[in-house]
């Protein structure tokens, strides 16, 4: 596609339910990232994934978060017993590298959960 | 750990005025880059300008330049000529040599007035 994609655009869900927020990167890139975003604050890192294999998963607040990439391309960001806390945008973001000095990341337009 | 620091909440500018906004970091470390990414009310986040800092010379980008000084870790966007459509969020970024996350300040909101 022309850009990164994430479904859906925004989601309302009731705490302690599940939700599941997909990326599609931009095609070919190989690395995909994750971010939330808080109101009234910069995205936080959550999540990166070189190809299929999540290289550095340190951002992720606690167990309730997971994020799959089986193929190398699409990702899931899957949020187990969501509480309220969990509120936020939730940014994907792509790059065809990893690292060097030409490196760019091509952000989504996020989506926006609300859990109430 | 690196953090990254936008003491100015919001900035407000004339159409056609140049206006700066500014960025300060910390880190321990001598080679990293330095990015601006602003974020309209559509959400998505678009790369303004970059910064290795290796460089000694500031990043231009049409009528966008940095001032990079590295030894005050400070790291400050200049638009020159600003447009309705500069309006936006922006945020600075820092993102260590060789690795992959950027670790973001909280925004400054700026406001373009006719």
């Known amino acids: 596609g022309a850009g990164v994609s994430q479904t859906p655009s925004n989601k309302v869900t009731e705490k302690g339910k599940y939700v599941e927020l997909r990326c599609d990167p931009i095609?070919?890139?190989?690395?995909l990232y994750w971010y939330r975003q808080s109101l009234g604050q910069g995205p936080e890192f959550l999540i990166y994934?070189?190809?299929?294999?999540?290289?550095?998963d340190s951002g992720l607040p606690n167990d309730r978060f997971f994020a799959v990439r089986p193929e190398g391309s699409v990702s899931t960001l899957k949020i187990q017993r969501t509480e309220r806390g969990d509120s936020a945008v939730y940014l994907c973001?792509?790059?065809?590298?990893?690292?060097?000095?030409?490196?760019?990341?091509?952000f989504g337009p996020g989506t926006r959960l609300l859990v109430l | 750990a690196q953090t990254v620091t936008q003491s100015q909440p919001e900035m407000s500018v004339q159409e056609a005025e140049t206006v700066t906004l500014s960025c300060t970091y910390d880190t321990s470390e001598s080679d990293y880059y330095l990015f601006w990414y602003k974020q309209p009310p559509s959400r998505q986040m678009i790369l303004v300008i970059r910064?290795?800092?290796?460089?000694?010379q500031n990043a231009t980008e049409n009528r966008f330049s940095v001032n990079f000084q590295k030894a005050a870790k400070s790291f400050s966007l200049k638009i020159s000529d600003s447009q309705l459509g500069d309006a936006a969020m922006y945020f600075c970024a820092y993102r260590r040599y060789n690795t992959d996350k950027l670790i973001f300040g909280t925004g400054t909101r700026l406001q373009v007035f006719p």
């Open positions: 994934f070189q190809g299929t294999g999540a290289a550095d």
């Open positions: 095609s070919g890139h190989t690395a």
């Open positions: 973001a792509s790059s065809s590298e990893t690292g060097g000095v030409q490196e760019t990341q091509y």
């Open positions: 910064q290795e800092a290796y460089k000694q």
